[in-house]
């Protein structure tokens, strides 16, 4: 990966020079299980005291990934980034639809039915391309000023509006009777809870969203993330960091980022 002169990739022979509450910068952060992404943006703030801190795309709190934090002038461009393509591993487990179409749902149905691996992987490339998709109830969508999932749980009847996305790849890595796992990349606007429900009302099976790890936002990788104790023993004890964890952003030199795919869309 290049670099441009303005725009510098964090490691460990230049982490030093950053100022953790002063500098404009991108955190690639892994999420952890049951922590909302505002909890994650409210200790990341802690931690490294910068007066703004942000993120690029809400992850629900059962799932746990990537995770993009932009600190002070870095939140400019958090809609940039959020157009990028993302990267999921889910795991659906068969025989129950829930309500959120997620673990932490009400059952709504149960149903014994089950499908080959074989129909299964058929039924998978249909969703391959532009499809339209409804977002689940229990989304953090705006319907009339009000998040659905607040009016969803107050027992509102709501009308989600249908999206058009894109399914970019659709890959089965493992096939059981009763859970599958998927790898899938698609485009913003993705609900994977609705497509794993859609999929699965399509094979004529109940099934749900048992997990879900996001494993890239464009260029910042699962493997490049750093956990919060990680980045509390980075600020305060100017300990390691993976490469590609930390991405500075030399905003004085008019550092922008048109297209988040690789450090060369990175232009001054």
Partial sequence: ?????????????????????????????????????????????????????????????????????????????????????????VTIRFGEFKDSDDITGVTESISKNRISKENF????????????????????????GERAYKLARQNQEIEMPKRIIEIYKIKLNKFENDFCEIEVECSKGTYIRSLTRSICEEANIAGFTEKLQRTKIGYLKIESTILLDELKNIVNFNGSVKKGSFIALNVENNCKIDHLDGFNSLES
């Fill in 121 to 144: 992987s058929k039924i998978l490339a249909n969703f391959i391309g532009k499809i339209t998709q409804t977002p689940s109830k229990f989304s953090a969508i705006k319907i009339n």
């Fill in 1 to 89: 990966m290049s670099l441009t002169a303005n725009c510098i990739n964090l490691n460990f022979t230049n982490l030093n020079k950053i100022n953790f509450k002063e500098d404009n910068y991108w955190i690639n952060v892994n999420k952890p299980e049951n922590y909302s992404s505002a909890k994650v943006v409210a200790i990341i703030k802690k931690i490294t005291k910068a007066k703004k801190v942000g993120h690029a795309g809400t992850l629900d709190p059962f799932a746990t990934g990537v995770l993009a934090i932009a600190v002070n002038k870095s939140t400019k461009q958090s809609e940039l980034l959020m157009k990028e393509r993302k990267g999921y591993l």
